[in-house]
Structures are given as structure tokens and as C-alpha cells.
């Protein structure tokens, strides 16, 4: 360890022991035998398998277990469906504005092609000048 992570060591010692300080006799001496049957797996190859861990090691891996994690999971959970459903919306209201121009464009050709006027008007040059004309 060098200076910075010895220094840390000592600061999260000392907020650490801080917040046992008010723990009951029991509960303290609980977590102790919970500490010292932890660190014994961790250093019996027996109890841990293939995988062998150090005692220095074992504050690295601290929190990384299911106790307590989750509620962590299901908050990523709760956040990945959140968005699922922001995009899936925007999705849904892209789809139906496409649709809605496709409708528009169905009924004005609809319009179009059951008006009086015979299909050959639509195709002459000078339609536009008569729509002009008769517009005003």
C-alpha cells in the first residue's frame, strides 16, 4: 500500500469504527464471528473452490454480493423498462403520424379521382391556368 491508500485505510477505519461505536454488546460480537467465518472461507481453498482469494483482497470484493444488492437491480430494472417505454411511445407516435399522412394522402386522392372533372383535365398543360382562372 502506498501513502494515499494508507491514509485511506485509517479514515475509513476510523468512520467505520465510529459507527459501531453505538451498536449493542451482541450485535457487535455477532458481526465479529459473521467477519472471522467470512475470512476464513476466503482463506481455505477447501470452502472457496478453484478460486482463491487473498485477505487483501477480500475488502475489494466487499458489496458485490446479492445481500443487500437487490434493490439495486431492481431499480436498473424499473429504469431499462422506463425507458422502453419512452422509446416504444416515440415509436408508436412516429408509426401513427406515418399513418396519418398515408390516410390524408388516400382521401385527398379520393377526392381527387370522384370530383365531375374528367381524368384528361388533370393531365392537360394548361390546368393549373384554368384552376388560376377559376379560383379568382
Known amino acids: 500500500m502506498n501513502g494515499k491508500d494508507s491514509d485511506f485505510a485509517k479514515k475509513l477505519t476510523g468512520y467505520l469504527d465510529d459507527g459501531t461505536a453505538n451498536l449493542k454488546a451482541g450485535t457487535a460480537y455477532r ?7 467470512a475470512l476464513a472461507r ?8 478453484a478460486a482463491r482469494m487473498t485477505p487483501a483482497l477480500a475488502g475489494a470484493a466487499a458489496g458485490t454480493g446479492t445481500v443487500g444488492g437487490g ?4 431499480s436498473n430494472v424499473k429504469l431499462w423498462l422506463g425507458i422502453l417505454v419512452i422509446v416504444a411511445a416515440g415509436v408508436g407516435y412516429q408509426q401513427w403520424q406515418a399513418y396519418q ?12 379521382l370522384s370530383s365531375d372533372l374528367p381524368i384528361d383535365a388533370y393531365l ?13
Open 101 to 112: 399522412q398515408v390516410r390524408d394522402l388516400a382521401e385527398t386522392d379520393a377526392a381527387i
Open 31 to 37: 458481526l465479529q464471528l459473521a467477519r472471522q467465518e
Open 124 to 136: 392537360d398543360r394548361g390546368f393549373q391556368n384554368w384552376l388560376k382562372n377559376d379560383t379568382d
Open 71 to 74: 434493490r439495486a437491480s431492481r
Open 42 to 49: 476466503i482463506t481455505d481453498p477447501q470452502r472457496v473452490g
